[in-house]
């Protein structure tokens, strides 16, 4: 065993690593960028080495400067996380010169695996079961078209060399094909530097349900049963289980033989992911492999009692498998929630920010985090917004959805937008509780996941206001301390007042709507009125951000974080923000002016979907923004001509920059 790990990545997974490698006496080196000059995976390895600017493409991508770094330290041994190098050949094959260990399978493994086309090609020889398309060279335009005319919509076009979701669009027409494929290309072409894809039937109410394999360089191949990642937004991941509901002995056994045989046809080694598109009924198609851990690799961790990271070190280091198929068991139930910085509201749109407040449940062995940031971290553009993932067991599946309720509700971050409310509803959401899996839960389920907002509760509001008035007397008492009198009563927050009782407004702002709590002040209670509802309110601070209030003879556990103005209210589960309202604040009368569209995060242009001058529909495409990777469409707000655009192709953007002059009609 080697005494010395590299890890070629950030985030959680470099976290990761370094914990299991930390348990097995293996020293760690980890990779940063300027940006990530203060992270926590930094922070944790024993040493660190910074490879570059923030961008990808000039660290964390630049082989040349990861071989550099672990010669440097003496590492033997490269991890590679997932994402970045993990599943780049020509990096494996270096790694291989440099007389490096490469902890994942053989440069051949990966790229017989890293084309999806050639990969299909390849199962289909091994007789495992393929999805009806397209999977071959010919990338031309109109040739794809007649493809996938010939197969029937709706269609999927993927990257060939994809993966996360990346470089996939759904065609439901003909007419629709051409402009998919060009989004399609140019976005595999900037995850992947691979613009090449195919074409397949689109499956009907698919399942997503992948097998855990691990194969060692004796030969043994083995499968640690399944995951059901079929719970998806923009085909990317949102929450994952293990084992999949309803999956009978027999065609886990079937699949489960289908991806070892995958394994085998490439002369796998290491920890590797065979993902298939499962029916309803329970028919399957191989999809694709990824030849790397997975990011939902924790669920299948919890239902086998084994560490994947722990068993990739060893059949790294020519140890055979820990144990055999035989061995392998299943005990109770998982699931992993990703925590991301993204409003759900608005199409997932990524958040960036620092994170002020981070407060997650208390780990246990029913619940853990795997995270890569800390209270004071920043979320930046430049990489996945995720905060952390949420994994839950317990002895079957009702009572670790119980769990992962719970541990939602308990989990608490302020400084960006994020999806735990979202994910809270997803939960409890009656298709997914009752186990009615498809990748479209997320769209048919609309309407009960994405609710009409709502002004914030009267017990929001008095919460809140509870939460004002121990803090303004938190305040006093440490102001006291500093005096010499602490004693004197002219430091009390109190409202005494000589023959009358203190009264006074605390204002509030939920949305454009100015709310007033009215308080008047008891000897140990406060009488809080607000619309037009009065309660007797006692507080009392308890562990952490929480403390306790009673409204009248109700009792609740609350948190309320202020950051300036903003108040985040974390209340039953849920999130509430609103704004604690100055009164002396002088508002610039007649409010914003003119009609520009921004940018909703920092980006890059690449296309221009409309002409300066150019009448359009309210909803109608104007341009398209590339952010994190991901293309955003930035449409018509209503009506009206578009006057000019502020950059042209290819320019980068900053956050809320100003992207088209519009003019509404009628203005």
């Not at 439901?172 to 595999?188: G, M, N, P, T």
């Not at 202020?562 to 704004?579: C, D, K, P, S, Y």
């Not at 309202?581 to 909703?600: C, F, R, S």
Request: hydrophobic share 40%; aromatic share 6%.
């Amino acid at each position: 065993m080697f005494n010395k790990l590299l890890i070629a990545n950030r985030g959680e997974i470099a976290c990761r690593v370094i914990k299991t490698a930390r348990r097995m006496g293996i020293r760690t080196v980890a990779v940063y960028s300027e940006a990530d000059a203060e992270a926590r995976h930094v922070r944790l390895a024993d040493e660190a080495v910074c490879i570059g600017p923030p961008a990808a493409r000039e660290s964390y991508l630049v082989v040349d400067k990861i071989i550099d770094a672990a010669k440097r330290t003496g590492a033997q041994a490269i991890h590679p996380g997932y994402g970045f190098l993990s599943e780049n050949a020509g990096f494996a094959e270096r790694c291989a010169t440099e007389g490096i260990i490469f902890v994942g399978p053989p440069a051949s493994s990966i790229r017989a695996m890293g084309s999806k086309s050639a990969a299909k090609s390849l199962m289909e020889k091994a007789s495992v079961p393929l999805t009806p398309g397209y999977h071959g060279d010919n990338q031309d335009p109109a040739f794809l078209h007649q493809q996938a005319d010939a197969i029937g919509y709706p269609v999927l076009i993927k990257a060939s060399a994809g993966g996360g979701g990346k470089g996939m669009r759904l065609v439901e027409k003909s007419e629709d094909f051409e402009a998919s494929l060009a989004s399609c290309q140019r976005e595999a072409q900037s995850s992947f530097g691979d613009e090449r894809v195919l074409v397949e039937r689109y499956v009907t109410r698919p399942r997503h349900i992948e097998i855990q394999v691990f194969a060692d360089t004796q030969g043994n191949g083995v499968y640690l049963f399944e995951r059901d990642c079929s719970v998806q937004r923009r085909h990317q991941k949102v929450l994952e289980e293990a084992p999949a509901p309803g999956m009978s002995e027999a065609r886990r056994r079937e699949m489960g033989e289908a991806a070892v045989a995958a394994a085998k046809a490439v002369g796998y080694v290491g920890a590797g992911t065979v993902e298939f598109i499962a029916e309803q009924d329970g028919q399957f198609y191989f999809m694709e492999m990824n030849t790397r851990l997975q990011v939902e690799h924790p669920v299948t961790e919890m239902i086998t009692g084994q560490d994947l990271v722990e068993w990739q070190l060893r059949v790294a280091s020519g140890e055979p498998l820990p144990l055999n198929q035989s061995q392998l068991q299943i005990r109770g139930h998982a699931l992993e929630a990703r925590i991301y910085a993204e409003d759900a509201s608005k199409g997932f749109l990524p958040s960036t920010g620092r994170l002020v407040h981070l407060s997650p449940p208390a780990e246990s062995l029913n619940v853990r985090v795997d995270t890569g940031v800390e209270e004071g971290d920043e979320i930046t553009p430049h990489y996945d917004p995720m905060i952390a993932k949420l994994i839950v067991w317990d002895e079957h599946r009702d009572a670790a959805l119980a769990r992962m309720r719970r541990a939602l509700a308990d989990y608490r971050v302020v400084g960006v937008t994020t999806n735990i409310d979202f994910l809270s509803r997803l939960v409890v959401c009656p298709a997914f509780a009752d186990a009615d899996l498809d990748t479209g839960l997320i769209e048919r389920s609309r309407g009960f996941l994405f609710p009409e907002a709502v002004a914030a509760p009267k017990e929001v509001l008095q919460v809140a206001a509870v939460g004002e008035l121990l803090y303004e007397a938190h305040v006093a008492r440490e102001e006291a301390k500093r005096h010499g009198d602490p004693w004197s009563p002219w430091h009390a927050r109190d409202g005494w007042r000589l023959n009358l009782q203190s009264q006074r407004m605390i204002g509030f702002r939920d949305g454009e709507t100015l709310v007033e709590v009215h308080v008047a002040y008891g000897r140990d209670s406060w009488k809080l009125s607000c619309h037009g509802e009065t309660v007797l309110a006692r507080g009392k601070k308890l562990d952490g951000d929480r403390f306790a209030v009673e409204l009248d003879d109700r009792r609740l556990i609350a948190s309320v974080i202020a950051t300036g103005a903003r108040r985040t209210v974390f209340l039953n589960g849920q999130t509430w923000i609103i704004e604690r309202d100055d009164p002396l604040h002088l508002v610039e009368a007649g409010g914003a002016h003119g009609g520009g569209l921004t940018a909703p995060m920092p980006g890059k242009v690449v296309a221009l979907l409309a002409q300066p001058g150019q009448k359009v529909e309210k909803g109608a495409p104007l341009l398209i923004l590339e952010a994190m990777k991901m293309e955003h469409t930035i449409t018509a707000p209503k009506n009206g001509v578009v006057k000019a655009f502020c950059y042209a192709a290819g320019d980068q953007v900053a956050d809320g920059a100003e992207l088209v002059e519009f003019e509404a009609a009628g203005d």
